[in-house]
Nanobody, 120 residues
Framework: QVQLVESGGGLVQAGGSLRLSCAAS????MAWFRQAPGKERDFVAA????????DYADSVKGRFTISRDNAKNTVYLQMNSLKPEDTAVYYC?????????????????WGQGTQVTVSS
């Protein structure tokens, strides 16, 4: 049973920073998605377990950085220059593939989600 445990959410003012962490029970290609109230769950960023290639949604490119520590099977999402529109529940996801993907149905395993709230 794959387990993903997220941490690091919270309340921050616009322009501030937060770092999310997701600890996995194995080595997988990992991604972050987010879901705002009444909206779809959207892709944020992904990182391959194989060659650390990364991919970002246009809305976060240049502000967010996804990284991983393979020794700890942990993926991070460093979020800088946060905006109120970044407010959402952030979910960590994992898939058994060398390649990342933007489609949420490509990910088999999901964390419980962590709330990020950005005040204006």
């Amino acid at each position: 049973q794959v387990q993903l445990v997220e941490s690091g959410g919270g309340l921050v003012q616009a322009g501030g920073s937060l770092r999310l962490s997701c600890a996995a029970s194995g080595r997988y290609t990992m991604a972050w998605f987010r879901q705002a109230p009444g909206k779809e769950r959207d892709f944020v960023a992904a990182i391959s377990w194989y060659d650390v290639n990364t991919d970002y949604a246009d809305s976060v490119k240049g502000r967010f950085t996804i990284s991983r520590d393979n020794a700890k099977n942990t993926v991070y999402l460093q979020m800088n220059s946060l905006k109120p529109e970044d407010t959402a529940v952030y979910y960590c996801a994992a898939r058994d593939s060398r390649l990342g993907a933007r489609e949420k149905d490509k990910y088999r395993y999901w964390g419980q989600g962590t709330q990020v709230t950005v005040s204006s």
